[in-house]
Nanobody
């Protein structure tokens, strides 16, 4: 079992920045694909960004150039730096741990961007 704890969400004005963190339990973190997903009210959960190994990253087109995902394997933590936030970035942001058949989600952290 892997436990994920997200933090860093909040209320911010358009154009502002937030940094999300997700701390994972366990000793296999460095082998996992870590991802950030978001779910807006009335919409399906969607991939925002993920990272494989040390630096293999993938981003949704809507966040390219504004968001950056990174990880610190020594601290079992993945980050999402969000700059240039827009009202359409509002939603609950979830951290995901994927390794083979192991698939775990965090509880989510709310991000609200006002215009």
């Amino acid at each position: 079992q892997v436990q994920l704890v997200e933090s860093g969400g909040g209320l911010v004005q358009a154009g502002g920045s937030l940094r999300l963190s997700c701390a994972a339990s366990g000793s296999i973190f460095r082998m996992a694909v870590m991802g950030w997903y978001r779910q807006a009210p009335g919409k399906q959960r969607e991939l925002v960004a993920d990272i494989k190994g040390e630096s293999g990253t993938n981003y949704a087109d809507s966040v390219k150039g504004r968001f950056a995902i990174s990880r610190d394997n020594a601290k079992n933590t993945v980050f999402l730096q969000m700059n240039g936030l827009k009202p359409e970035d509002t939603g609950v942001y979830y951290c995901r741990f994927s390794l083979g058949l192991r698939d775990f989600w965090g509880q989510g952290t709310q991000v609200t961007v006002t215009s």
